[in-house]
């Protein structure tokens, strides 16, 4: 046999042969093209989609009919996806604008609104397709906290086993149960996802440092846009981000010119690299800052919209909530109810981020494969987000702490529930005991009896698994969401529903779906001064002065649910008199529609 010695076109050099080697088949050429069928991430993507339907099943029994948690804010959150991705596709100038609060300007930015789940929403339109789509982004929500973890350990440095068990216990640890109705707070998995892109982009790892010949710009790029698409869902868990990306560029520069001082030399770093970082950071800051100033303009027309530090106070935990799970935790929940009894307000106090997920990070502070100054810092991190989501309970008053940051961060006197610090605490809580469960499976293949340990170190790496998914099968209950009555379909919009206020108002705009009529109803963390005006005023509906009022404003028609009236100002309506007022009244199942002319 004759061999001589080629080079490839950018590589290095290859053996050649005379021998005539078999030509690849047609079959062999037809498995090659599936062979991304086997590969890691598509295992953990679709791993992650089906480990997220059978956690939080059964919201996929009935999804057309039914959301988890409670009739509140997922009727909010259907409508607002809905509405986005309507008016995206439809009437995009008047995103902000939306078809509620009339005739109020930028009532869609009046709370959180799940824009960057906009194209889930213009796939269809209906009352059963915002439902449906809701449900679907419930669950894809937890699928992506899962995958977005799995890749951040493992681009930190640990194992696929290490990955699993820190992506289980982050998407659905037992604290999250308490915000089933809240999409937005479940919407997170962009902050593990953006964080592991932008690592492996500046080819950086807890496990082996900066290693410049890894760094990958188009990655770093990707990251930046993740950053800012988890940043269009809503600042109540984007704004964290935002502060933790900013700090994140100010040590990086730091310690880079640290280096350079130290050394006089000049570390590797790449034009490429530092052009997808100004790109990146651009559309980063860009759609914050666009946010932000949308936020600001709300305010300006609501200062009522403004919120006091007394929020803060009424939603810090004790400390006893860190290890407290919600009612709704299938494995603690009846354990836990004594602990719940000292909590004021359990939705947003229950903090557990998993009791097996504490004991394997404590563990990682001793064997990991992190170095000790690495898990160090990862213990200073854990420590410092507890601290913070102490709120007021930290010392007496929360200063220095949760206080001090909402007096002089901008925009964080917004975020009126430190609990929510748990995001971080879990995530670190994670990558610690990720790096305890890969110094296990590591050990386990250097053993010299390896072939003896070939199957009971899988065995013993399925323990944490299951017990971190255990932790996380929830009692979530799903309700029956009410259907719209067929009075909407027929009267003039603008329209006023009645009884006006609390949970109606949600179901009033999730009904608003089919065909997005606009309504003076809508619920949000504040009242505009049109709708308290208009909630006082047709207290006393229909007479005179109402009826004035509503033409006043706009209003054309007038819907009445009775069912919905009993033990409000419009019970028994139907025997209020409209003649002389110049409007009309019919039933319509069960409903009355009032036409004011």
Do not use: K
């Amino acid at each position: 046999m004759h061999i001589v010695s080629t080079r490839a076109a950018d590589g290095p050099p290859v053996a050649a042969s005379d021998d005539h080697s078999p030509a690849p088949t047609p079959t062999r050429d037809r498995w090659a093209r599936w062979r991304w069928l086997r590969h890691e991430w598509t295992g953990v993507m679709v791993g992650g989609v089906l480990l997220a339907v059978a956690l939080t099943w059964p919201t996929m029994r009935h999804p057309a009919s039914t959301v988890p948690g409670d009739l509140g804010d997922p009727t909010l959150q259907a409508w607002q996806i809905a509405w986005s991705g309507h008016a995206l596709v439809s009437q995009p100038l008047d995103l902000w604008h939306s078809n509620t609060f009339y005739p109020e300007r930028y009532t869609f930015a009046y709370s959180d609104t799940l824009l960057g789940y906009a194209p889930m929403g213009a796939l269809g339109s209906g009352f059963e397709a915002a439902l449906v789509h809701y449900n679907i982004m419930y669950v894809l929500a937890h699928a992506l906290a899962f995958v977005g973890a799995y890749a951040l350990v493992r681009q930190l440095g640990a194992g696929r086993w290490g990955g699993a068990v820190a992506g289980l216990a982050w998407a659905f640890a037992p604290w999250r149960l308490a915000h089933a109705g809240h999409l937005n707070i479940l919407s997170s998995g962009g902050i593990a996802l953006s964080l592991a892109m932008l690592a492996r982009g500046h080819g950086w790892s807890l496990r082996h440092g900066y290693r410049p010949e890894r760094r990958r710009p188009g990655w770093a790029l990707a990251g930046w846009v993740v950053a800012a698409w988890q940043v269009s869902l809503g600042f109540g868990i984007g704004l964290p981000l935002v502060y933790f990306l900013l700090a994140a560029v100010l040590v990086a520069a730091g310690c880079y010119g640290w280096s350079w001082w130290r050394r006089r030399t000049r570390v590797p770093f790449g034009r490429r690299l530092l052009l997808a970082d100004l790109a990146g950071g651009l559309v980063f800051g860009a759609v914050t800052l666009l946010l932000g100033l949308l936020y600001l303009r709300v305010v300006d027309l609501n200062p009522q919209a403004v919120r006091s530090l007394d929020w803060t106070e009424m939603f810090s935990p004790p400390p006893i909530g860190f290890i407290t799970a919600p009612a709704d935790s299938w494995l603690w929940g009846e354990r836990h109810a004594a602990a719940r009894a000292q909590l004021s307000w359990p939705p947003e106090m229950a903090l557990l981020p998993g009791m097996a997920l504490i004991g394997m990070a404590m563990a990682g502070l001793f064997v990991s494969v992190y170095p000790v100054r690495h898990r160090v810092a990862l213990a200073l991190g854990i420590l410092g987000t507890v601290l913070l989501g102490l709120g007021v309970t930290l010392g007496g008053d929360g200063d220095p702490g949760y206080l001090t940051l909402s007096r002089h961060l901008p925009g964080w006197d917004a975020l009126r529930t430190p609990g929510r610090m748990m995001h971080w605490t879990s995530l670190l809580l994670a990558v610690l005991a990720a790096g305890l469960v890969t110094a296990i499976a590591e050990s386990g293949q250097r053993s010299p009896t390896r072939r003896r340990t070939r199957l009971l170190t899988p065995a013993l790496l399925l323990i944490p698994l299951v017990l971190v998914g255990l932790e996380g099968v929830n009692r979530t209950p799903h309700l029956v969401v009410p259907r719209p009555p067929a009075a909407m379909r027929v009267a003039q919009e603008p329209v006023l529903l009645l009884p006006i206020g609390g949970t109606n108002d949600l179901h009033y705009m999730l009904w608003t779906t089919d065909g997005f009529p606009r309504v003076a109803n809508g619920l949000a963390g504040f009242e505009p001064a049109t709708l308290a005006q208009t909630r006082t005023t047709a207290a006393t509906f229909p007479d005179p002065g109402s009826v004035a009022y509503l033409r006043g404003i706009g209003v054309r028609s007038v819907v009445v649910l009775p069912d919905r009236a009993v033990g409000t100002p419009w019970e028994g309506i139907a025997a209020r008199p409209v003649d002389g007022l110049g409007i009309t009244r019919e039933e319509l199942d069960g409903a009355l529609v009032y036409d004011l002319g």
